[in-house]
């Protein structure tokens, strides 16, 4: 049936009917992102989104999309969340890479990659971050230079998230090293698999192996690898790292189910708190309550910043707000979790409450709800430089041609 003149309510009855009838239920044990087995899933699932009429729901119609406002895909969310999704997709491929290209791509970058990433066929990651540091992003050194038409590509990137499943890496390379360092970078499409691209796993504290390292060497990139500009590649990531506050806020309307990277959920707590007999306990029920206010906050949080940000009233730097509340929330989540799990969080030991591996896992990984998507303290600056108008901080290579910025050892 055409969508149209379809309202929201009819589109959330469509939906649920069809939910019903072409998902699985959700098992609540999700597959993990460090096997192969779960992205392939990932991209059946996306298959049968995209066959139903259901993927995209906010991307446009001539690129695989629906077309639809952000309450139609809120809708959808809503009606999918007892369903398995392909969760996996949603960051970054579809919420920061699909975004960005949708912003930044030619109408044959946008025609070749969007409908294949809504199809599933595609998968898209970021290679930003780099082996000396990524709040610095600008300050990056791996480089692009020209030989004809062709690209050069040599260097390395660090932390991608998934990029051993992917198929195109979203590449900030260095392509002229004698302007101040935000004015000589460009932004590349890199096939993943291309010769010269060796990409490896990194395995975390947590024992997964989801992080990758990419090591570039002469890879040959063609004219139209280029996202964007030439040497306009800093517009370009500023736009990415817009999409990706967006997607790790909440507020991005390109992600479909549930929400990603938020971290914690009180009814986990909840559960937790009954297997280990702990309802009755004061200081937990005091802790459970805290955690659920959180998460009510931050959800009408991301609600009135995604209106704010909608209507002008804030600027786009404002998804900042959002990020930084939700890793606020996540410690406080995984905290709570840990202080109910006790040393089961830590031991896991036969016999104990249900749930405590995860606990104590995710307790590990805590850290990263602070730096993925870049760091809290990155995004207290941008609050209070773009949001808030402070004065910039201060910064030794501001203006100076980046072939003259001391680093490293020289
Ligand atoms: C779950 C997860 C997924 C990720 N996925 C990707 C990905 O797919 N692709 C990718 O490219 N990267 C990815 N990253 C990397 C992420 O973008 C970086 O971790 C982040 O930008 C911080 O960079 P860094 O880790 O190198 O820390 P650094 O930049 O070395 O910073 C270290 C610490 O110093 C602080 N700091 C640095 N500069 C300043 C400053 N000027 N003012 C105040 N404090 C400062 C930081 O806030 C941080 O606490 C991911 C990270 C995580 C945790």
Not at 70 to 76: E, G, H, K, M, V
């Amino acid at each position: 049936m055409s969508t149209d003149t379809e309202s929201v309510e009819e589109f959330r009855a469509r939906a649920r009917d069809w939910l019903r009838e072409n998902l699985p239920p959700a098992s609540g044990t999700e597959m993990k992102s460090d096997s192969e087995e779960a992205w392939d899933r990932a991209r059946q699932l996306q298959r049968v989104l995209h066959d139903g009429g259901f993927a995209g729901i906010c991307f446009p119609a001539e690129y695989g999309g629906r077309g639809l406002s952000p309450a139609y895909q809120r809708a959808f969310d809503e009606e999918s969340l007892p369903y398995e999704m392909p969760l996996l997709l949603n960051v970054p491929t579809l919420a920061i890479c699909a975004a960005s290209l949708l912003d930044l791509g030619t109408e044959e970058q946008k025609r070749a990659h969007l409908p294949a990433v809504l199809r599933g066929d595609e998968l898209l990651v970021q290679f930003l971050s780099e082996p000396q540091g990524g709040s610095d992003l600008a300050g990056l050194t791996t480089r692009a230079e020209r030989d004809g038409e062709n690209w050069i590509l040599n260097g390395s990137k660090i932390w991608s998230s998934g990029a051993y499943a992917a198929d195109y890496g979203l590449c900030l390379a260095r392509t002229n090293w004698e302007v101040p360092k935000h004015r000589g970078l460009t932004m590349f499409l890199v096939p993943v698999h291309a010769d010269g691209v060796t990409v490896q796993r990194i395995k975390q504290v947590t024992g997964s192996t989801e992080f990758c390292q990419e090591f570039f060497d002469d890879v040959v990139l063609p004219a139209d690898a280029v996202l964007g500009e030439v040497d306009a590649g800093w517009a370009a990531a500023s736009r990415l790292l817009f999409h990706e506050r967006g997607a790790l806020g909440g507020t991005s309307p390109y992600t479909s189910g549930a929400r990603p990277h938020l971290g914690g959920d009180p009814d986990a707590l909840l559960r937790l708190a009954r297997a280990t007999g702990q309802l009755g306990d004061t200081r937990v029920r005091e802790d459970v309550g805290a955690a659920h206010a959180m998460t009510v906050v931050r959800d009408q949080l991301i609600d009135h910043i995604t209106q704010a940000i909608t209507s002008g009233a804030l600027p786009p730097a404002a998804g900042s707000i959002t990020r930084l509340f939700s890793a606020e929330n996540a410690w406080l989540q995984t905290d709570t979790a840990l202080r109910i799990a006790g040393p089961d969080g830590a031991t896991h030991a036969p016999g104990a409450a249900a749930d405590t591996e995860t606990v104590g896992l995710d307790y590990l990984f805590r850290a990263a709800w602070s730096l993925a998507g870049g760091s809290t303290e990155m995004a207290r600056t941008v609050i209070s430089e773009r949001v808030l108008g402070m004065p910039r901080e201060y910064a030794a290579d501001r203006d100076v041609p980046f072939n003259q910025v001391k680093r490293g050892r020289n």
